[in-house]
């Protein structure tokens, strides 16, 4: 199974862009590479998800390197409400065969200095 | 309206008792999930059921059933509760792709399990 690794822990000052980074070295080319966070004492939310080009959405941005082997989430402007527990996910779904398979990683926490 | 709902938010039960977790969503997708959150918040998937039929079927102990009377609904029954089972229990919901194109997975809130 593939599997990400990303840093425990980043600080940011709010108002400012925030690069998240994962490492997914050993990355399938059927995995897709998903962004979720985790606010505290609630469920995981869905942020942005990719497979080969950078990826923009109205909470954050996804850049790809290009042999995939790591990616960057970039969130534009920092705020209080975007600390959160932010996990790199590989997803390797396939339709065909119905095959529908998640690793969460350990998670960056992102705290946000007022 | 909540997309996806648990019930209990909080379960404190006795070693060896079965207890059973509700999970619905109300976003008309045809695949839930259960995941388990351990004490180092690692996410970990359990089940997963599209149309009423287990696709991933993780390793993880027998005592651990997954129920769907419908299509809204992915109960979680635990049989024989064990010490290691405490853990906060994540439900989840999404369409299943017939296309190349990914959807997205809407979690609950959780429930926080506490075996003494």
């Known amino acids: 199974d593939a599997k990400t690794t990303q840093p425990n822990s980043m600080e940011s000052n709010e108002e400012e862009p925030v690069h998240l980074p994962c490492n997914h070295s050993?990355?399938?080319?059927?995995?897709?590479i998903h962004w979720y966070r985790q606010l505290p004492s609630q469920g995981p939310e869905y942020v942005i998800h990719?497979?080969?080009s950078n990826v923009n959405n109205r909470m954050a941005s996804l850049a790809i390197a290009e042999d995939r082997k790591s990616s960057t989430l970039i969130l534009h402007r920092a705020t209080l409400r975007d600390a959160a527990v932010y996990y790199c996910?590989?997803?390797?779904?396939?339709?065909?065969?119905?095959?529908?398979?998640?690793?969460f990683g350990p998670g960056t926490s992102l705290s946000v200095i007022p | 309206d909540t997309a996806v709902s648990q019930t209990p938010k909080y379960l404190v039960t006795q070693m060896g008792n079965d207890k059973s977790i509700k999970c619905e969503q109300n976003?008309?997708?045809?695949?839930m999930y259960w995941y388990k959150q351990d004490s180092k918040k690692f996410l970990k998937i359990m089940f997963s059921?599209?149309?009423?039929?287990?696709?991933i079927n993780e390793t993880v102990p027998n005592r651990f059933s997954p129920k769907s009377p419908d299509k809204a609904h992915l109960n979680l029954h635990i049989n024989s509760l064990e010490l290691g089972d405490s853990a906060v229990y994540f439900c989840?919901?999404?369409?299943?792709?017939?296309?190349?194109?990914?959807?997205?997975?809407?979690f609950g809130p959780g429930t926080r399990l506490l075996v003494l």
């Open positions: 989840a919901s999404s369409q299943f792709p017939t296309s190349g194109e990914q959807e997205t997975q809407y």
């Open positions: 050993t990355i399938s080319g059927t995995d897709y």
């Open positions: 990719g497979l080969t």
């Open positions: 996910i590989l997803r390797d779904l396939r339709v065909e065969t119905s095959y529908d398979k998640v690793i």
């Open positions: 976003l008309g997708h045809d695949t």
């Open positions: 059921y599209n149309n009423k039929e287990l696709i």
